[in-house]
């Protein structure tokens, strides 16, 4: 009986938190980007797996274009920032936006825009809080690379499944990353601001076109976000995250130009990056040492990071959703074309350097 109850009260504060109606439900996020690629050339949307239902949008498909680019979006379904940002890439694509051009011009791209759609409904009706697929995985330990069964139980919401590309939905991604074989990789993320590279299962800082990567990073954070932690990801983070799809992309399918961004982070807004420092600023005034602007910012993030909730109790279903997305409707449209901007930057300096290389 008590726990009828718990569940009743839960169920009725889950479903009072609402959903903002300027965010889109996964059949509407289908449904727009058909309606986007009626009239644009060169951009298709297909099918690539029955269930769940996941659909691929491809620009240039075999089009023999000079660089080929694969971005993945919504691993963590209470990211939802994650998918509305490729839905307006998406969009942005198809419209008559200049800057779009060079994509066009040089890229065959490949997006998979939702891919953890089922779990996602769950947090379109309340379940905030809801990170893994449908089975209880955590899709983004489930790739091969360096895949672990071991599960720290006080990491919670990242069980990596049974064994390596045991979900439907990894197995879609690395099919269809082994079909395409792109240059360039990207899974796009939310509960923190930062831009890594691999590795995430190890703190052993990769060599292989690291410079390259950390170049790109460099613009993308001092255009796109000034308080970005920035570099390989297990070293940044303080954990090891065996099984991404972000190492898998690299050490598996060597792809030299693999990228997690994290693009939304709750207790940091990029656009205010002096109230963030000021937000410390006490903390400092009685500290002998003067800690810099950058040591203000790595304290922030590490203080407020969601790698350090994933390791505590679970958060009540409203605090996951604005940890991990914008509660506010200006902050959704700026966090959406920023980091479409982003993107977009991104895959551009791959094209030139490529170009440079092989000029070379």
Known sequence: MNNLILLAIIFTIVNSLGFPSFYHRSTDIHVEIAQAIEKCEGVELEMVRDFPKLSMVTLNKNQNKPNKGFVLFGEHARELISPETGLHFVKKLCSQNE???????????????????????????????????????????????????????????????????????????????????????????????????PYAYSKEQPTENISNMMQILTEVREKHCETCKMGSCGHEIGYLSPGTSMDYAYDDLKIPYSFTFEIYHGGLDIRTKKHALKFLEVQSTHNKHKITDEEKLDQLLRDHSCFATTST???PPDECFKYFNPEEKDQYDFYVENWAQAITLSLNRVAEQRQAQQQS
Not at 126 to 148: A, P, Q, T
């Open 99 to 197: 800057e779009m051009k060079p994509i066009k011009d040089n890229y065959e791209l490949r997006m998979i825009v939702n891919v953890n759609p089922l779990s996602r409904e769950k947090v379109e009706n309340g379940d905030f809080c809801k990170r893994e697929n449908e089975n209880g995985v955590d899709l983004n330990r489930n790739y091969k690379s360096h895949w672990s069964k071991d599960h720290d139980p006080e990491m919670v919401r990242t069980a990596p499944g049974p064994f390596a590309f045991s979900e439907a939905e990894t197995q879609t991604v690395r099919d269809e990353l082994k079909r395409f074989s792109p240059h360039v990789f990207f899974s796009i993320h939310s509960g923190t601001l930062a831009l890594f590279t």
């Open 313 to 315: 109790k679970e958060m």
